[in-house]
């Protein structure tokens, strides 16, 4: 977009709850959505709340009578009220007269309850390449919006849904319109890539998972489907973002980038040949899968930079991995970290407590494991221990709702669901008592002071406020990991002050934290 032009197309990506160092990654969802209409000459303005304030003097400034959409993306949780309130904003300043879209996985699985709500027009469902390109279109030219798949849009008053669209092939996906973003404010010393200092999330390289974890919404999106780009293009995407930005770390964010691992060895293979010297890591590694892979293919995998893998562990408890209808074993994630020390890969693992008819016995076997394994694998890492919270679209929302699960009723009730912070009223977690959900809530807060705050402050860009930090925080660190190794959860008054804390800096604020 020219300086000097205003945009046609606003797309908005409002804070998620926890923004501040290496959490804080590129828009891509709303990215993705740009990529046509942005090769086909649209004018794109793309505000990320979570590294510059949204306020209603920069709408207005933006907003002209050629502005053809405002988009916002959502997630359930904080994302969804941040969102309201900026949809609130835009409403006010185009009198209703700039049609408001909203997309997202909230907006997926619960379209009907979405475009119920006043100030909202028009719900993108799924994935949105396609249908948003086809929506500005048909919004442009002032045609109706009866033939576009994969919508639900207000007419009249009145509330049609359209044709669901098939998934998209992934070859096709263009390449992220990094223009439409400062890159620079993306780019970080890592969480997890410690040892390199320009790391960025570059995107997907595959989209879908095909396996059935009853607490992931994948399958209602993508429809446990598995969809992966070519092993070319997959690697000219690496090579061509890493040398444009001098990157030397990066994340690639698939479900499941490992699942095809002939694709994968083919990937690998070509960056040590193209002599792409990066470090990165993969948001999801499953470990009966990394156990099925030879030692070449891994060591290929290391040879290319492969350095963090994280690990869907979920539970020390079997009746509680069936119960999720995970497919592993314990055992299965004890072997998988005694490989990955062997063969020289740093392991994160993540885990969920608070599973319908789960019990403290169980989260106890949880809590063993986690520390199990961090004597075992010293150089491994253990990610939130999140609570378990009920998403409408996944396996196990039919669970949560035999248990007494009462789901809110209105779009704004969403924004409080969160999946790491304390369920005082009951609301996500009906099938334990009050005490109950208080110890479960110490056990997230303590996992997260106790090893997950350490990895967060290394992301931290300045080294005197980075050591600063960690010294400040590391006693507090130290001395919850103990109560939570030991099981001490049960009375933890001084927790309430660190949760009001949080909820104030990160969950309530509107201020940015880059």
Same mark, same amino acid.
Request: net charge neutral; charged share 25%; aromatic share 8%.
């Given at each position: 977009?020219?300086?000097?032009?205003? %945009?046609?197309?606003?797309?908005?990506?409002?804070?998620?709850?926890?923004?501040?160092?290496?959490?804080?990654?590129? @828009?891509?969802?709303?990215?993705?959505?740009? &990529?046509?209409?942005?090769?086909e000459g649209y004018r794109i303005a793309i505000l990320d709340q979570r590294n510059q304030?949204?306020?209603? #003097?920069? /709408?207005?400034?933006?907003?002209?009578?050629?502005?053809?959409?405002?988009?916002?993306?959502?997630? =359930?949780? =904080?994302?969804?009220?941040?969102?309201?309130?900026?949809?609130?904003?835009?409403?006010?300043?185009?009198?209703?007269?700039?049609?408001?879209?909203?997309?997202? =996985?909230?907006?997926?699985?619960?379209?009907?309850?979405?475009?119920?709500?006043?100030?909202?027009?028009?719900?993108?469902?799924?994935?949105?390449?396609?249908?948003?390109?086809?929506?500005?279109?048909? /919004?442009?030219? !002032?045609?109706?919006?009866?033939?576009?798949?994969?919508?639900?849009y207000k007419d009249g008053g009145l509330i049609f849904r359209n044709e669901n669209r098939?998934?998209?092939?992934?070859?096709?996906?263009?390449?992220? %319109?990094?223009?439409?973003?400062?890159?620079?404010?993306?780019?970080?010393?890592?969480?997890?890539?410690?040892?390199?200092?320009?790391?960025?999330?570059?995107?997907?390289?595959?989209?879908?998972?095909?396996?059935?974890?009853?607490?992931?919404?994948?399958?209602?999106?993508?429809?446990?489907?598995?969809?992966?780009?070519?092993?070319?293009?997959?690697?000219?995407?690496?090579?061509?973002?890493?040398?444009?930005? !001098?990157?030397?770390?990066?994340?690639?964010?698939?479900? #499941?980038?490992?699942?095809?691992?002939?694709?994968?060895?083919?990937?690998?293979?070509?960056?040590?040949?193209?002599?792409?010297?990066?470090?990165?890591?993969?948001?999801?590694?499953?470990?009966?899968?990394?156990?099925?892979?030879?030692?070449?293919?891994?060591?290929?995998?290391?040879?290319?930079?492969?350095?963090?893998?994280?690990?869907? &562990?979920?539970?020390?408890?079997?009746?509680?991995?069936?119960?999720?209808?995970?497919?592993?074993?314990?055992?299965?994630?004890?072997?998988?970290?005694?490989?990955?020390?062997?063969?020289?890969?740093?392991? &994160?693992?993540?885990?969920?407590?608070?599973? %319908?008819?789960?019990?403290?016995?169980?989260?106890?076997?949880?809590?063993?494991?986690?520390?199990?394994?961090?004597?075992?694998?010293?150089?491994?890492?253990?990610?939130?221990?999140?609570q378990f919270t009920p998403l409408p679209g996944t396996p196990s929302f039919a669970l949560?709702? #035999?248990?007494?699960?009462? %789901?809110?009723?209105?779009?704004?009730?969403?924004?409080?669901?969160?999946?790491?912070?304390?369920?005082?009223?009951?609301?996500?977690? @009906?099938?334990?008592?009050?005490?109950?959900?208080?110890?479960?809530?110490?056990?997230?807060?303590?996992?997260?002071?106790?090893? &997950?705050?350490?990895?967060?402050?290394?992301?931290?860009?300045?080294?005197?406020?980075?050591?600063?930090?960690?010294?400040?925080?590391? @006693?507090?660190?130290?001395?919850?990991?103990?109560?939570?190794?030991?099981?001490?959860?049960?009375?933890? @008054?001084?927790?309430?002050?660190?949760?009001?804390?949080?909820?104030?800096?990160?969950? #309530?604020?509107?201020?940015?934290?880059?």
């Amino acid at each position: 977009m020219r300086p000097s032009a205003k %945009p046609q197309i606003i797309l908005i990506y409002p804070k998620t709850g926890m923004d501040f160092g290496s959490t804080v990654a590129p @828009p891509h969802a709303v990215l993705s959505v740009a &990529a046509p209409l942005d090769k086909e000459g649209y004018r794109i303005a793309i505000l990320d709340q979570r590294n510059q304030a949204i306020t209603r #003097e920069l /709408l207005q400034s933006l907003i002209t009578s050629e502005t053809i959409c405002i988009g916002v993306s959502s997630m =359930t949780g =904080t994302q969804v009220k941040n969102a309201l309130k900026i949809t609130r904003i835009a409403r006010e300043l185009t009198d209703g007269k700039v049609p408001i879209v909203w997309g997202g =996985t909230h907006s997926t699985v619960l379209p009907e309850q979405t475009v119920a709500h006043p100030d909202i027009d028009v719900v993108v469902i799924g994935e949105g390449e396609l249908t948003f390109s086809e929506l500005i279109h048909a /919004l442009d030219a !002032k045609r109706p919006l009866k033939d576009i798949k994969g919508i639900i849009y207000k007419d009249g008053g009145l509330i049609f849904r359209n044709e669901n669209r098939p998934l998209m092939d992934i070859e096709e996906l263009l390449p992220v %319109p990094w223009h439409l973003v400062d890159v620079d404010s993306y780019i970080h010393r890592d969480m997890y890539v410690k040892h390199r200092s320009r790391v960025l999330d570059i995107g997907q390289t595959s989209r879908g998972c095909p396996f059935r974890c009853g607490f992931c919404s994948s399958a209602s999106i993508r429809g446990r489907k598995w969809r992966a780009m070519s092993a070319d293009k997959a690697l000219d995407m690496i090579s061509s973002t890493v040398g444009r930005f !001098k990157l030397d770390g990066l994340w690639l964010r698939d479900d #499941e980038f490992y699942i095809d691992r002939k694709r994968a060895f083919a990937i690998t293979e070509g960056m040590i040949k193209n002599n792409i010297d990066v470090s990165f890591y993969t948001s999801g590694t499953r470990v009966d899968v990394f156990l099925g892979a030879s030692d070449e293919e891994l060591l290929s995998m290391k040879r290319a930079g492969a350095h963090t893998l994280k690990f869907g &562990a979920e539970s020390g408890s079997q009746r509680v991995l069936d119960l999720m209808q995970k497919g592993i074993t314990p055992e299965m994630t004890h072997k998988a970290n005694r490989r990955c020390q062997r063969l020289g890969f740093v392991p &994160a693992f993540g885990l969920v407590i608070g599973y %319908p008819t789960e019990t403290f016995e169980d989260m106890d076997m949880t809590i063993d494991m986690a520390y199990a394994l961090k004597r075992e694998n010293p150089e491994a890492q253990l990610e939130t221990m999140a609570q378990f919270t009920p998403l409408p679209g996944t396996p196990s929302f039919a669970l949560a709702l #035999e248990h007494g699960l009462k %789901p809110p009723q209105t779009l704004e009730a969403w924004s409080d669901w969160l999946f790491d912070d304390y369920d005082i009223e009951g609301l996500k977690l @009906p099938w334990y008592n009050r005490d109950e959900r208080m110890w479960i809530g110490n056990i997230s807060y303590m996992s997260i002071l106790g090893n &997950a705050l350490g990895n967060a402050l290394d992301s931290v860009g300045s080294m005197p406020l980075r050591l600063l930090f960690k010294s400040i925080s590391g @006693p507090a660190s130290a001395y919850f990991r103990y109560r939570l190794e030991h099981k001490l959860y049960r009375n933890a @008054p001084e927790l309430a002050l660190v949760r009001y804390l949080r909820r104030k800096l990160f969950y #309530e604020s509107e201020s940015t934290m880059t």
